[in-house]
């Protein structure tokens, strides 16, 4: 694959070409702190779980548990397709628009697990039905027109 056009490291002005790789460099350091951010929420569930399967009564979890646990499985999840959205960045030309839809759509469907229903109002249920179902049919339509082309 190739490199971005879009960051030439050769570029006719020194000043650019020096900022761009000022830019790869910075991408890289995301890169590496958002594979620690994804261990240290491994870690976090993990412990949340220790935690919760100790206290008594011993090895049960409630509702409120299991889904505080999803909500944490599935931040971590999301960190790893943040972590692969850095990645193409930097290796590759090609905009990675259906992966940063798909990390939208893991990130909203967590907030829609998570969601206290006791807590929001009508609207805010409603606002995150369009949010969902926009990301949705703009999923189907990307991969829609991967398949045709």
Known sequence: ??????LPV???IPLIAWLNKAIRAAMSILAILMVL????GVADVVFVLYEKLLSPPLFILEASDILKLFGAFL???IGV??????VLYLKTNIIPLKLVISTALVAIARKVIVLDFNDIGPMYILSTAAVTLALGITYFLIDRQNKDS
């Open 1 to 6: 694959m190739n490199k971005h056009d879009e």
């Open 10 to 12: 050769d570029h006719e």
């Open 37 to 40: 951010v994804i261990f240290w």
């Open 75 to 77: 931040m971590v999840l």
């Open 81 to 86: 397709e943040v972590y692969q959205n850095i």
